[in-house]
């Protein structure tokens, strides 16, 4: 880097990045993004908000996926199709559309994935359609999101992904090997790892999009083979659901064939990890923070956990070791002198309380 | 010839009848209500924890068999998938076979049962119920049903308690962890359990969830929502769809302890092919299985391939095993109508055949 002191323009450029991040967030959140439509969309997106507040929330939610997974069948579809109504060739059309598709997943992998390559908007060349045929790759990545938004309310839709982390890296490295000093040594030295743990997460989340950039790219080659060897046969596609399902099929795989190498299980494996890792440094700091105000910290109770179960097996086991003995005594043949009566009738079957409770509900189908 | 024809009009046609099916199924997504699951009556029996065991009613008009069925379902995941509705339950074919069913339902763990280890639930909850039945039927045996991880389960039981296990049945059961077309394990080869399990206490099923739609994410998250729009006038398909739909979000955190050890031993280390299974203190020897053994596949199941199931045989030290391929899913071996025909009658003729 040019400028080697330690808030030099990076860092600052850092800063105005990820507020901008942050605001586009809120916004989304607000709803206050306009998506450019085609009138298709904009027709159904009419009609859902006359009719949705008659629905419950679950059957809502439901709607919401039919309606967006529609779009994306239909803008996949209107991708191609609208080429061949411009005035160009057929094949001309059909290969631009390729092209074009072929260029968004490039671009977006040469954009260093400092935004999600796949997100509307990012792709400067793409029109609304070939966004939406983007967005479509970018289901797993925001299944993760969902997942981890729901694993992690300190951080909100996965907030840290949008960070950038190339440019900054050697400031932040630096910044983070400085000793602590003083009385909070500890404490900052908390934090750099934190922060430490937070980069590592990025540096992951960035390889997994960048995965699936190029998985995206594979995909492509693969229609592009699929519709040639439908031209080689006579076999055109006549419908747009077969057109749709053709993506889906090549999208699924191309997938299948990456994600079953042992780079896939790297990366995956470092994405998991780098979480678990930021995770658990922030789990410590809460503890530390809960302690503080001599309240239950989680280790605690973990340790509770364990020495109480560990209890509660042990108490198991020694209720069969007894109900065990009790069978034998009551095996054995009474002997008139030596049998106590107490034990000579109990009846051969295992001791019922050895048993909780059979439950007397009625039948609960 | 050009390879794609999609004529103006008939794009427009094909927009027009998804906007009209989307605007009629939202009728039937607002009256589909409740979405009930389990739908064979049955009346809880015995509870230990947060573990109930259910027993079906039997069809007066079915012969009844002697040795009831235990059925171990996975932790993930619900088990009223084995009788999710009325066409398509396998608990409901088992019965009409004359059996006696009993299903384990493990419940919901929280953090209060992040301490459960994988002996806690073979040699305490499992064996618990096989107790409590064999008591309840003045036996020593019965018969065991497991199913995916369930079926892992029985197998570990079985070895640990032969003397219990009057026949065992194990379908898309995992055996060999590691066959190259596993990408389950494949994908958790170089994930930090250790440190996973020690950040997140209990494995919620948000994770698992988001595990298994990764399998396949275009076909599970996309195109099955396009697909169901044509079910969408269908008041009972709609229902249908919406019970799948609840199964498959339907997923219990996992016990910290015990998915720490299913994935190391199992995932991780395959266990049962390096010989190195535990269970506690005690090693678990497959060939201690000395009962008879239906070992049921699906072909094309992308969570259990079929060899990691097949691997099983020779592996037990039984003289009577016996194998059936089924062709489907993994989901499909439970409720396809194919299963209902197939499956559960071949359970049922299988052990009825051996007691």
Same mark, same amino acid.
């Given at each position: 880097m040019a400028n080697d002191t330690l808030f030099n323009d990076d860092w600052l450029k850092l800063q105005q990045r990820y507020w901008e991040n942050l605001t586009d967030m809120s916004r989304k959140a607000m709803g206050l993004e306009a998506p450019r439509q085609n009138p298709w969309e904009a027709a159904m997106d009419q009609w859902w908000k006359a009719v949705s507040?008659?629905?419950s929330d679950p059957s809502k939610q439901f709607m919401d996926r039919l309606m967006e997974q529609g779009k994306a069948y239909f803008a996949t579809v209107e991708r191609f199709t609208r080429g061949l109504t411009d005035g160009g060739t057929g094949w001309d059309a059909l290969n631009k559309t390729f092209d074009d598709m072929q260029r968004a997943f490039t671009e977006a992998m040469s954009n260093?994935?400092?935004?999600?390559?796949?997100?509307?908007?990012?792709?400067?060349?793409?029109?609304d359609a070939m966004r939406r045929v983007l967005g479509f790759w970018e289901m797993p990545l925001d299944n993760w999101q969902r997942m981890m938004s729901s694993l992690s309310p300190m951080m909100p839709g996965d907030?840290?992904?949008?960070?950038?982390?190339d440019q900054v890296k050697e400031s932040f490295d630096r910044m983070l090997s400085a000793p602590g000093l003083g009385y909070t040594r500890e404490e900052q030295a908390q934090y750099q790892d934190l922060m430490r743990r937070a980069m590592d997460y990025q540096r992951a989340y960035q390889e997994y999009m960048g995965f699936f950039a190029k998985l995206g790219g594979k995909s492509v080659e693969r229609l592009r083979e699929l519709v040639q060897s439908r031209a080689d046969e006579d076999k055109?596609?006549?419908s747009a659901r077969e057109l749709y399902d053709s993506w889906v099929a090549c999208c699924e795989t191309a997938y299948a064939d990456e994600v079953s190498t042992p780079e896939y299980a790297r990366i995956h494996g470092h994405l998991v990890n780098a979480q678990m890792a930021l995770k658990k440094r922030m789990s410590v700091m809460v503890d530390e923070t809960l302690g503080a105000m001599n309240m239950p910290t989680a280790s605690e109770v973990r340790t509770l956990q364990d020495r109480m179960q560990e209890t509660r097996r042990e108490n198991k086991h020694l209720r069969r070791e007894l109900d065990s003995i009790k069978r034998q005594i009551a095996e054995?043949?009474?002997?008139?002198?030596?049998?106590p009566p107490a034990t000579a009738?109990?009846?051969?079957?295992?001791?019922?309380?050895?048993?909780?409770t059979a439950a007397k509900a009625g039948p609960s189908a | 010839m050009f390879p794609i024809e999609i004529r103006p009009d008939k794009l427009g046609e094909e927009m027009l009848d998804y906007s009209r099916k989307l605007g009629q199924g939202m009728e039937n997504l607002i009256n589909a209500g409740e979405i009930d699951t389990g739908v064979t009556p049955k009346d809880a029996v015995y509870h230990d924890d947060k573990l109930t065991l259910y027993r079906y009613h039997r069809p007066s008009e079915v012969a009844q068999q002697e040795v009831p069925l235990l059925v171990v379902y996975a932790l993930?995941?619900?088990?009223y998938m084995t009788d999710i509705q009325e066409n398509r339950s396998t608990i409901k074919g088992l019965l009409g076979t004359g059996q006696d069913v009993y299903l384990i339902d493990w419940g919901y763990p929280d953090q209060a049962d992040r301490a459960l280890t994988l002996d806690d639930y073979i040699n305490g909850y499992l064996d618990g119920c096989v107790d409590y039945i064999c008591e309840k039927h003045g036996l020593g045996k019965i018969n065991i049903l497991g199913i995916c991880q369930g079926g892992t389960f029985s197998l570990m039981y079985t070895a640990l308690h032969?003397?219990?296990?009057?026949n065992l049945v194990t379908m898309? +059961? =995992?055996?060999?962890?590691? +066959? =190259?077309?596993?990408l389950l394990s494949n994908w958790v080869q170089n994930i930090d359990v250790d440190l996973a399990v020690d950040t997140m206490g209990n494995v919620p099923g948000e994770l698992l969830n988001w595990t298994f739609l990764s399998l396949k994410p275009f076909s599970l998250t996309g195109q099955k929502y396009v697909n169901m729009v044509d079910l969408l006038d269908d008041p009972d398909k709609v229902k249908n769809f919406l019970r799948m739909e609840k199964w498959i979000f339907d997923s219990p955190d996992q016990a910290g302890e015990t998915f720490r050890q299913f994935i190391k031993d199992y995932?991780?280390?395959n266990a049962f092919m390096e010989g190195t299974a535990r269970v506690g203190d005690q090693p678990v020897d497959?060939?201690?299985?000395t009962c008879p053994v239906l070992n049921i596949y699906a072909q094309?199941?992308?969570?259990?391939p079929p060899a990691s199931s097949k691997a099983m045989n020779g592996m037990t030290?039984?003289?009577d095993y016996t194998e059936l391929a089924f062709p489907g899913g993994h989901i499909g071996i439970y409720v396809s109508g194919k299963a209902q025909k197939e499956v559960t009658p071949a359970i049922g003729n299988w052990l009825n055949e051996r007691s």
């Open positions: 507040p008659a629905a260093g994935f400092g935004t999600n390559p796949f997100a509307m908007g990012s792709t400067g060349a793409a029109d907030m840290l992904r949008n960070m950038p982390h055109p596609i006549e054995r043949p009474a002997t008139a002198s030596s049998a009738g109990e009846p051969k079957k295992k001791a019922a309380a050895r048993k909780k | 993930v995941n619900r088990p032969p003397d219990k296990v009057h898309v +059961t =995992p055996v060999d962890f590691k +066959t =190259p077309d596993n995932y991780q280390n497959l060939k201690q299985i094309q199941d992308h969570l259990v030290g039984s003289e």
